[in-house]
């Protein structure tokens, strides 16, 4: 599971078998830890009553909740990503965006096998 932060936006993407253990587990974790012995986590779950994606931030840990429907037909089908806008005052809003991942096809070496390559036919040309 890949997270991407920029401003005010936070891009999860996800490989197939990330995708199937989500859908085993109803979670995905992963982590860097410093040398200092700190460590930032993020980890998806899926919540049965949540009807909207949910984002927050605590003690070094980043969560994003999906709606296990939205979450379900998500990855049962063809659709590429789910996103949202949460309103966090004053006017401003976090992007969260959950996406299948492509491989990327200015790599030729890479191993595609864990990548959505079906889906990438109408993707950009780099990552």
């Known amino acids: 599971m890949k997270i991407r932060c920029e401003q005010n936006s936070i891009r999860v993407r996800l490989r197939k078998s990330e995708i199937v253990q989500l859908r085993v587990e109803n979670w995905l974790e992963a982590a860097i830890h410093f040398p200092d012995g700190q460590v930032f986590a993020w980890e998806l779950l899926l919540e049965e009553s949540l009807q909207d994606i949910a984002a927050h931030f605590e003690n070094g840990r980043l969560c994003v909740k999906l709606p296990a429907s939205l979450a379900q037909n998500w990855m049962d089908t063809e659709e590429v990503s789910m996103e949202c806008f949460i309103p966090v005052g004053e006017g401003h ?28 036919a109408d993707a950009p040309l780099n990552c």
């Open 93 to 120: 809003a976090l992007h969260v965006l959950i996406e299948k991942d492509f491989p990327c096809k200015d790599r030729p070496d890479e191993d595609k096998t864990d990548f959505f390559t079906e889906l990438a």
